[in-house]
């Protein structure tokens, strides 16, 4: 059993700064990949940034040099600083876990956190 746990969202004025948490709770031996969604009204989830095991990341081009997304392997814990924000940011951002392995060896994929709201105002 495993759970995403976010927190760190809320209102900010165009230009100011937020910064996610998410952190994997449950018996975790390892996760390869983790990393930041968003979804906002009316729109399909799209990809944020992901940091790989290796602590490779990917970005979307809409945050590139805007959002620093970091992780840490041994307490499952992944963040994203979000810098310059737009109101165009604003969305429920989710944290996701690509795979799962637990220390009897099962596997889980496709983690989704439940989500945390961020509004940027003009």
């Known amino acids: 059993q495993v759970q995403l746990v976010e927190s760190g969202g809320g209102l900010v004025q165009a230009g100011g700064s937020l910064r996610l948490a998410c952190t994997a709770v449950?018996?975790?031996?390892?996760?390869?990949?983790m990393g930041w969604y968003r979804q906002a009204p009316g729109k399909e989830r799209e990809l944020v940034a992901v940091?790989?095991?290796?602590?490779?990341?990917n970005y979307a081009d809409s945050v590139k040099g805007r959002f620093t997304i970091s992780g840490d392997n041994d307490n499952n814990t992944l963040w994203l600083q979000m810098n310059s924000l737009k109101p165009e940011d604003t969305a429920t951002y989710y944290c996701?876990?690509?795979?799962?392995?637990?220390?009897?060896?099962?596997?889980?994929?496709?983690?989704w956190g439940q989500g945390t709201q961020v509004t940027v105002s003009s």
């Open positions: 996701h876990a690509n795979r799962v392995i637990f220390p009897n060896g099962q596997r889980r994929y496709g983690i």
């Open positions: 449950g018996s975790i031996a390892s996760i390869n990949e």
């Open positions: 940091i790989a095991r290796d602590g490779i990341t």
